[in-house]
């Protein structure tokens, strides 16, 4: 065999190996680039679920709860003190 | 043809060294999203946490508002039913002391009345026994006012009785004094008118024989002598009828004034008679 036909082949081969490792890396660079995509999606996705968490959480009216409960434990207070005085 | 198949070597190698690169910078972007996703996925479990955590503070305080409102439901109704009760209690208690009152006023009504028709009976037996005290004294003082009646009569009538006869005796006295002293007027005869007589002695004669019996009269009549008197009477009509006959009648009020005398002669005589009489009752 001379060398021509030997680097021929080598250079078949090479383009083989790289053909086949470019396919590999691209189909590898495109899955990731879906899952980044994805990640992207559910990244997107955890940010409105943190946004409706906080909306709901300041949705929750504690606060109003809270006025509600000192009205109410007042107003307990008083009755009582109405109860005993009767 | 060598040529070719180098440049289709060096180009599939470039590419393949492209696509590694690339591959590497994707799988790069792809840890570091991943780590972001990991973030925010804990940043997810901390909001849920939290929020979790919310909503059992919000459970937690909506039970205790619930549980304040409950409490104090019931405490409200405490208050009414403590409220009725002790108006049922002081409407309880009014109405005793109400019926208790009333008991009472029927206990003094019973008693009064008891009271009363002790009285009654008391005051009907005292009346009675006054009435029938009254009634006796009445009869005793019926039967003294009787009796004084009966004396105050006995004296009246005696009293009248004494009154009449003195009255009687007064006036027998009265009667013959005054016929007394009627005859006294009639001792000399004063109706006599001489006229034209001439037997002037035997007038003389029959005038002194008119005093004659005129005192005649008035003594038999003094002396109570009835038969005296009956004489001296006689007399003295014949006196004054012989007076009247001698003047031829002119003289007829000798007669009358005989008839006087006469009169208060029996006039004394019935009066003093009536005297005696009563002087007799009266002892």
């Known amino acids: 065999m001379d060398k021509e036909k030997i680097i021929n082949i080598a250079l078949i081969v090479v383009i083989i190996a790289a053909i086949f490792g470019g396919r590999y890396y691209y189909s590898q660079s495109t899955e990731a680039n879906s899952s980044i995509e994805n990640v992207h999606k559910k990244i997107e996705q955890n940010h409105k679920e943190i946004s409706d968490l906080k909306s709901k959480t300041s949705n929750l009216n504690i606060r109003q709860l809270s006025v509600e409960k000192s009205r109410l434990e007042k107003q307990q207070e008083q009755l009582k003190k109405q109860l005993e005085s009767i | 043809m060598d040529a070719l198949l180098k440049l289709a070597a060096v180009l599939t190698l470039l590419w393949g060294g492209w696509m590694?690169?690339?591959n590497s910078d994707s799988e790069t972007e792809l840890r570091k999203v991943r780590n972001e996703l990991k973030v925010s996925k804990g940043e997810v479990g901390e909001a849920q946490a939290s929020y979790e955590a919310e909503v059992k503070k919000r459970d937690a305080l909506a039970e205790e508002?619930?549980?304040?409102?409950?409490?104090?439901?019931?405490?409200?109704?405490?208050?009414?039913?403590?409220i009725k009760e002790k108006s049922e209690r002081a409407a309880q208690e009014r109405r005793d002391r109400l019926?208790?009152?009333?008991?009472?006023?029927?206990?003094?009504?019973?008693?009064?009345?008891?009271?009363?028709?002790?009285?009654?009976?008391?005051?009907?037996?005292?009346?009675?026994?006054?009435?029938e005290e009254e009634r006796k004294?009445?009869?005793?003082?019926?039967?003294?006012?009787?009796?004084?009646?009966?004396?105050?009569?006995?004296?009246?009538?005696?009293?009248?009785?004494?009154?009449?006869?003195?009255?009687?005796?007064?006036?027998?006295?009265?009667?013959?004094?005054?016929?007394?002293?009627?005859?006294?007027?009639?001792?000399?005869?004063?109706?006599?008118?001489?006229?034209?007589?001439?037997?002037?002695?035997?007038?003389?004669?029959?005038?002194?024989?008119?005093?004659?019996?005129?005192?005649?009269?008035?003594?038999?009549?003094?002396?109570?002598?009835r038969k005296k008197l009956k004489a001296a009477s006689k007399a003295l009509r014949d006196t004054a009828n012989g007076l009247n006959s001698m003047s031829g009648g002119k003289n007829a009020g000798c007669l009358s004034d005989a008839a006087e005398v006469i009169e208060a002669a029996e006039t004394i005589i019935d009066a003093t008679k009536q005297l005696k009489k009563l002087n007799l009752q009266g002892r």
């Open chain 2, 20 to 22: 590694y690169f690339k």
């Open chain 2, 99 to 131: 019926a208790a009152e009333e008991e009472a006023r029927e206990e003094r009504r019973k008693a009064r009345e008891a009271e009363l028709a002790k009285a009654k009976e008391e005051r009907d037996a005292k009346w009675k026994q006054e009435e």
């Open chain 2, 137 to 225: 004294r009445q009869e005793e003082e019926d039967a003294k006012q009787e009796e004084e009646d009966a004396k105050y009569a006995a004296e009246r009538a005696a009293e009248r009785e004494r009154s009449a006869s003195q009255w009687q005796s007064e006036e027998c006295k009265q009667k013959i004094k005054s016929a007394n002293v009627k005859m006294q007027r009639y001792l000399s005869c004063r109706a006599y008118d001489p006229g034209d007589v001439q037997d002037y002695g035997r007038i003389d004669l029959l005038k002194k024989k008119w005093t004659l019996n005129v005192q005649a009269c008035l003594k038999a009549a003094n002396d109570g002598n």
């Open chain 2, 65 to 82: 508002v619930n549980a304040l409102k409950e409490q104090n439901q019931q405490l409200e109704k405490d208050i009414r039913a403590k």
